[in-house]
C-alpha cells in the first residue's frame, strides 16, 4: 500500500476508534452526520476527452470566478442529505444548516462529524450550541 510522503499513518485511527464508539453507543433516536463545505466553481473545467488528431476543439466557459457555496450534512445509515446555499459559508450559515436537522429531530443526539473550519468554531456557533445541547460537533483530526 502506498502512503503519501507526508502522511501521518497514525492519524486516522485518531478518527476511528471514537466513531466506531459513537456508533457502538448510539440509541435508536441518535444521528451520526458527516458536515462539509463546497465550493463548486461555475466555469468549465477540461479534464478528458477524446478529440481527433490535428482538430482542435475549443469549450466554452463562463467568465469570472463566481461560484456556488454550499454547506451540507450527511446521514449514512438513513441516507438523508441537507444543505444550505449562500453567498459565503460562515458561522450564521451554518446555524441555518442546524436548525433545519433540529426540526425534523425527535428525542436524540444529533453527532456531526466535521473539519475544522473557522466558522464551525466561532462564538455564535458555540453560543448556538449551548442553547441546544442535543447537538454535538465532532472534529476530525487536524491535519
Known sequence: ML???????EQPEQFVAPYKELKENLTPEDQIYFMD????????????G?????QTKHLKTNHGRKRTNLNGALNLA????????????????IIVLLNQRLEKQEPGKISMILDHARYYHSQIVTDFLTEHPPIVLKFIPPD
Open 37 to 48: 463545505g463546497v465550493h463548486p466553481p461555475h466555469n468549465t473545467i477540461a479534464s478528458y
Open 3 to 9: 502512503t503519501p510522503c507526508q502522511a501521518n499513518v
Open 50 to 54: 477524446w478529440i481527433q488528431q490535428g
Open 78 to 93: 438513513a441516507k438523508e442529505l441537507f444543505y444550505v446555499e449562500d453567498e459565503r459559508l460562515n458561522s450564521q450559515t
